[in-house]
Structure formats: structure tokens, C-alpha cells
């Protein structure tokens, strides 16, 4: 996998375990979803945005 630069973005310490982070890190899915959930609207903003 290419998890390097992912690494490099996010920090090691901030990575969920399954990814090389810290063993008390745990990936939250349902966080992540419901995040995902609050930000639809903008995220599908982003999707159609054309540059001019």
C-alpha cells in the first residue's frame, strides 16, 4: 500500500492502528460517517464546481 505520503500528511500519531498509528488509535467509522454526513452538501458542492 501507499501509505507514505498519507503518513506524511496526517502524522503517524494521529493514524488508526490498521495504519501503522499509535494501538490506542482506533478507526471510528461511525464518526467518519456521520462527518461525512454533515458535509454532503458542500462536498457535492465541490463535485460540480467548474473553473471558469
Known sequence: RH???LREMV??????AEYG???T???DTKLI??????SA???EQLQQY???
Open 3 to 5: 501509505l507514505n505520503k
Open 11 to 16: 502524522g503517524v500519531d494521529y493514524l488508526p
Open 41 to 43: 452538501d458542500y462536498l
Open 21 to 23: 498509528g499509535p494501538a
Open 33 to 38: 460517517f456521520n462527518h461525512l454526513s454533515q
Open 25 to 27: 488509535n482506533v478507526l
Open 50 to 52: 467548474k473553473k471558469r
